[in-house]
């Protein structure tokens, strides 16, 4: 098969990863990809966004699947173009792509489907968006409805901070028209887990529950970025919980999606907080997480192009994962600077191999200098992966390879998959 995976960070670097080890694969490429996708695929200078010229692309190289990694072009109808020209692809229509592009959507797929989740009111002007903050003590939730990456969402503590944030996203447009409403949420406690499925319209195949840490300091202080490490699986979900999950959350959104004749396939990401009335969904995502899915696919034991192939065509039936039961822990090392703006073009030495056993080093924000040589070019960098007996192994071997890796300003965190929410610090 000749596989095209679309996007350029971490999570399209381990999505060519392990397609590539597939005996099914035959030649893959990777659009725009970048320096760690180049030692294992050909890498497309298109941009991801580009629709046009990737379904072009796709159709004159006779590409015979899909797999978009990022939501930017699924929103765009990425996913729509490549099935028009007859071409499985791994990810959702636009139409059901908004279940990320739009919070207002999401929650009326969740209203309809009767799936737990934060109280809410969506707003298009300030005084009753204001009313609303100000009837909730300002404990509130303020998100952007509309893309705007990562960033649209403000957890407030008073009534000064929701009226910052929904003034600054309703009034100054911060995030240009993904602001154009806001949805105010009830402010949800517990601890956050990353549930994602793969999905063929119908039937879901949930994969390793992951828990993500989105600030930049240890013990998830600072501000909130991209995400900063992730590992799988986590110890506040259990077999029961996550066929809880399954049942009460991800199969009721697809079934909703499917009776509305925008069937939901690739994968679908939900956030969820644990609360003490059970798991309630914060959002969802129409693609992989990342970081989460460079340590999930650490862990993914048997071949997953049968399981991407199987969501791309509509039947996911046959198809069974094999996971490993080793946990995986992934650091995500950051450029001096991040998440605000960053200093580029710095010498990364010791990221390309050999890796002690278990560990592996996906790459995100980093080009290749015309002396050949890696330098940073982004915020998040790489993520450096491992495998472990137990969790705390594979986080000893994670940041055992971090250690082999320099760059200057390099930031990362000390306390990815050292403690879990609810465990002893
Ligand atoms: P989202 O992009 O909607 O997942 O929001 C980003 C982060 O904001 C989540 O990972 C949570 O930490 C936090 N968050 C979102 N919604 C809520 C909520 N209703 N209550 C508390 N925290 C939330």
């Known amino acids: 098969m000749r596989i095209l995976v679309v996007g350029g960070g971490g999570r399209e670097h381990a999505l060519v990863w392990k397609i590539a080890q597939s005996p099914l694969a035959g030649k893959v490429f990777c659009a725009p990809g970048n320096p760690g996708t180049a030692r294992l695929a050909e890498n497309v200078a298109i941009p991801a ?3 046009d ?18 939501e930017g072009p699924l929103v765009l109808g990425l996913a729509d173009r490549i099935s028009a020209a007859g071409i499985p692809a791994f990810g959702p229509s636009a139409a059901a792509a908004q279940l990320e592009g739009s919070k207002a959507f999401a929650k009326e797929v969740m209203r309809a489907a009767s799936i737990p989740t934060a109280d809410h009111a969506t707003f298009d002007a300030l005084g009753p968006a204001l009313a609303r903050a100000r009837a909730a ?85 600072g501000p909130n970025t991209g995400g900063m490490g992730a590992f799988t699986p986590t110890p506040t979900v259990d077999g029961a919980l996550l066929e809880d999950v399954r049942d009460r959350v991800l199969l009721p959104t697809v079934r909703e999606m499917k009776r509305r004749g925008t069937p939901f396939r690739g994968a679908l990401y939900a956030g969820i907080m644990l609360t003490r009335d059970g798991p309630k969904v914060l959002e969802f995502n129409a693609r992989f997480g990342d970081p989460e899915t460079q340590p999930i696919l650490m862990r993914m034991a048997g071949d997953l192009l049968p399981a991407l192939l ?31 703006r960053v200093t580029t073009g710095d010498a990364i030495d010791g990221a390309e191999g050999p890796f002690p056993p278990g560990a592996q ?10 002396d050949g040589r890696l330098v940073t070019s982004g915020g998040r960098v790489l993520t450096v992966c491992a495998l472990g007996a137990d969790r705390a192994d594979a986080a000893a071997r994670a940041y055992e390879t971090v250690a082999r890796v320099r760059f200057r300003g390099a930031q990362y965190r000390r306390d990815i998959g050292r403690t879990g929410p609810g465990e002893a610090t």
Do not use: T
């Open 49 to 51: 966004d580009d629709v």
């Open 53 to 70: 010229a990737l379904s072009r692309w796709a159709v004159e190289n006779r590409i015979d699947l899909v797999v978009v990694g990022p």
């Open 137 to 221: 003590h300002g404990r509130v939730v303020v998100k952007a409805d509309g893309l705007a990456a990562g960033k649209g969402v403000v957890v407030c503590g008073n009534l000064a901070e929701a009226e910052e944030a929904l003034r600054a996203i309703l009034v100054d447009r911060v995030h240009g028209e993904a602001g154009a409403r806001v949805l105010v949420e009830e402010r949800l406690e517990g601890p956050e887990v990353s549930v994602i499925a793969l999905v063929d319209g119908e039937r879901v195949l949930v994969l390793p529950p992951a828990q993500d840490h989105k600030r930049i300091f240890d013990g998830d202080r």
């Open 310 to 340: 199987g969501a791309a065509q509509g039947d996911l039936s046959p198809v069974r994962l094999e996971i490993d039961p080793r946990p995986a822990v992934g650091v995500v090392m950051a450029a001096e600077g991040y998440p605000g």
């Open 361 to 370: 080093i996906f790459v995100a924000g980093a080009r290749r200098a015309a």
